[in-house]
């Protein structure tokens, strides 16, 4: 049996969801997730919305520290389409209910690394979440959007040769994780907004959903990406053994934050400001910078973290702008009025992906993609801090605008999932030992700081594991479990041959073998030969 819509969006994000509600209007919406609606990175973002809406404030301002975050890489058609259409997508926000912090009766903007000026639009320190409660209250009031929990993507259905040459995406085949069954959806338009990829490295800041599911998706139906070697790797992760990949956002150095050396380092160093060593910009400079120097000075004094201080500003401030870091820190022993909080780096945004136009579309006819999951040209090869809300929206609405002026023929019934073929031996212990030794080897191997050797391990140990993946997927019924690695390699796969391709450093991309940065930018494009 063959479900059909007019759109099929893979991904219940802010970009999945944003899409579905600017097409509700016109269109038959399914929204396809893996766990519960608005169950995924979006929700756990901390810091906020970047647009250009405090006095003083410039469209080129906003566009030039992008530019400077990025590296030399950003697309400037895409960041120029982005910055001047943020400020209408946060009073879109505003309009479906979305109640930002106010000061004085007035949106209070706060600073971000990386920003020149006060431009991140935030509800305390939990924006992601408070917005995506918002957008999934407006689903389910939505009779057009009908949503799927707890399934997840198998792999697209393309076919060659509809009326033309060119590659057209029908549909997908859905693992339905209660039923443990395989459907087939069928669609003119499918959006893939399954987020990014932080899953493959052992210590991120992302979800568990967070398993690149679009990228690979699309990369095995004939999809272009660029740029996966940028991982960007956010500075401070808690460190805490009971703190599972709890962010502590980038505005606590915005508002006046310090890094410190911990008392492990020694004497001469214990207590003490650490970045006026590594960047005239302090805690401020961007993320890739902060990164490093945190990563450097871990290694230099044998350290397990370090320390980021807000004590110094009052116990009323910090209730009032950060109350979720201060009430998880207090519940783990940590008093962030009187003490500093334990920081390391972790996975965090994956910069490149899915390349897509302005409208978002792919070189798949009928296949879209929007948010983390694309290459759109805006990060570059680093993405500036709280542009990431922002390109989720502002490409959700374009890329439903376009597909409202493409008129395409359903696809109709398409061929069911084939599961005569497969049997169900007990592949759990394997799939889960393969999951550990992937994310160990990423981290150790295509982390912070990189060289060829530790790449072309990472590929060796990439090539056999593929191969073993293969053989189950070929031979076992699916399971998630199963899915998830097999996307993950596949990713893991694109992010080192990316690396192992630029011949310098340049923004997240550090290696030290290429130490310094070309002088022409240029994006890293891998072609599928599917």
């Not at 939990?126 to 959007?145: D, F, P």
Request: glycine fraction near 8%; include cysteine; hydrophobic fraction near 40%.
């Amino acid at each position: 049996m063959t479900q059909q819509f007019d759109v099929i969006i893979i991904g219940s994000g802010l970009a999945g969801l944003s899409a579905a509600l600017h097409l509700a209007p016109t269109h038959r919406v399914a929204v396809i997730t893996k766990n519960v609606l608005g169950d995924g990175s979006s929700a756990w973002a901390q810091g906020g919305i970047a647009a250009v809406l405090g006095e003083g404030d410039t469209i080129k301002s906003h566009v030039d520290d992008t530019l400077v975050a990025g590296a030399g890489l950003c697309d400037l058609d895409a960041t120029m389409f982005t910055v001047e259409h943020a400020p209408e997508a946060v009073h879109w926000l505003e309009q479906l209910g979305v109640e930002f912090t106010q000061e004085d009766g007035h949106v209070h903007l706060t600073r971000e690394g990386g920003h020149s000026e006060r431009r991140i639009v935030h509800v305390t320190d939990a924006t992601g979440a408070a917005v995506q409660k918002v957008l999934v209250q407006r689903v389910k009031e939505t009779s057009n959007i009908t949503v799927f929990e707890q399934h997840m993507l198998v792999d697209l259905i393309t076919v060659t040769g509809v009326g033309d040459s060119e590659k057209r995406c029908l549909g997908a085949y859905v693992l339905d994780q209660v039923k443990d069954e395989v459907e087939t959806f069928s669609a003119p338009h499918t959006i893939l907004a399954t987020g990014g990829a932080g899953k493959v490295y052992l210590y991120t800041t992302n979800p568990d959903t967070a398993t690149g599911d679009g990228i690979a998706a699309a990369w095995r139906a004939g999809c272009s990406v660029a740029n996966m070697e940028f991982i960007q790797f956010h500075p401070t992760c808690l460190y805490h053994p009971h703190a599972k990949s709890f962010l502590i956002t980038e505005a606590v150095r915005g508002e006046g934050g310090h890094l410190l050396w911990p008392k492990e380092a020694g004497a001469e160093y214990a207590g003490k400001r650490f970045m006026p060593e590594h960047d005239p910009r302090l805690e401020l400079a961007p993320r890739d910078v902060v990164a490093r120097a945190i990563d450097f000075e871990m290694k230099k004094h044998g350290v397990d973290c370090v320390y980021l201080d807000i004590s110094h500003k009052s116990p009323e401030f910090l209730q009032e702008h950060f109350p979720n870091i201060k009430a998880k820190c207090l519940e783990l022993g940590i008093d962030i009025t009187k003490e500093p909080i334990p920081v390391v780096p972790a996975a965090h945004y994956t910069c490149g992906g899915v390349m897509t136009d302005l409208q978002g579309h792919t070189d798949v006819s009928g296949l879209f993609a929007i948010g983390e999951t694309t290459y759109t040209g805006l990060h570059g090869a680093n993405r500036l801090a709280s542009n990431s809300l922002v390109e989720c929206m502002v490409f959700a609405k374009s890329a439903a605008s376009a597909i409202k002026l493409e008129a395409k023929p359903a696809p109709g019934q398409l061929p069911a999932w084939d599961d005569s073929r497969v049997t169900d031996p007990d592949e759990l212990v394997v799939v889960s030992h393969n999951w550990a030794e992937l994310r160990r080897f990423m981290w150790d191997y295509v982390g912070i700081v990189r060289t060829n050797k530790r790449l072309e391990r990472a590929a060796h140990r990439i090539n056999l594991l593929k191969a073993e993946i293969q053989e189950f997927y070929a031979r076992f019924h699916v399971t998630r479990d199963l899915l998830e690695l097999r996307n993950l390699v596949e990713v893991a796969d694109l992010i080192v041959q990316s690396a192992l391709l630029r011949k310098e450093s340049r923004g997240l991309h550090f290696s030290r073998d290429y130490p310094e940065m070309l002088k022409e930018a240029k994006p890293t494009v891998l072609k599928s030969v599917e």
